[in-house]
């Protein structure tokens, strides 16, 4: 796996044993299988998480009380080349409602033989979500603000993922 | 839970923004923004006391001259986090398409 991006990206990217085209279908309908289960915005446990497989539809979480957090707008949707979708989290771990805070993340699938696909994420544009960390440091701060959000997240991802 | 604050406005300003983006990019001098861009050298040191104080950006002192470096305590934590997010979805999902059977021949 390889890491690496500008100041305001994270760029990903990995090979996998696959046709491009079932590389596509498992990361859209398998989506909730494989994201960590502990990305949660919902106050309890999730059901699902739903990839609705289309431009304008939505990445949704439904938890066991269901409740919906919809989380990501597709913005593109060409099978079996390419994803863009928005990240519509504020850094304080929240539903981002302005749109002009929220990042993007596409996701791009190549064919390196018939039967292997390299797949490429790239989530940018991470500067925008900057108002959010600007109003916590500078009007809330200390330990309730976005540094317990983001701790929070780092706890989660702390582990070691096999890299 | 929602906040408001001035500050939501420190990138809504065009050139500011313009001025973070090449800080972003890579460390630079104030006289290397302005070479980059279309505006006086005070007009960007302007620019960056608000950045700065927003802690968008931190000025490290270099010689004669500050170099300006995103604020790590900022961007670059979201940065970090989101990276392990992603790597942790890359090697889950390349365990679910390859643990899934194949209807192909090998």
Known sequence: MNTHA????????IVVEAPIARAFEVFVKDFGRFKPAEHNLLGVAIAETVFE??????????GIDGSLCRWARVLAYE???????????SPRWQIETNLGRTSEWEVRFTAETASRT??????RHLERHGQGWEGVRDGVGGEEGWPLYLQRFADLFARPTGR | MTYDYPQFTTLADPTRRAVFELVAERPRSVAEITRALTVTQSAVS??????????????????ASN?????????ERLRAELDRFWGKTLTAYKAAVENTPKEEPQ
């Open chain 1, 6 to 13: 500008a100041a305001t990206s994270v760029k990903q990217s």
């Open chain 1, 53 to 62: 497989p289309q431009v304008g539809g939505h990445i949704y979480d439904r």
């Open chain 1, 79 to 89: 099978p079996p080349n390419r994803l863009l979708m928005s990240w519509d989290i």
């Open chain 1, 118 to 123: 390299r797949v490429e994420i790239e989530h």
């Open chain 2, 46 to 63: 302007q620019h960056l006391k608000v950045l700065r104080e927003a802690q968008l950006v931190r000025a490290v002192p270099k010689g």
């Open chain 2, 67 to 75: 170099i300006y470096h995103i604020d790590p305590d900022g961007l």
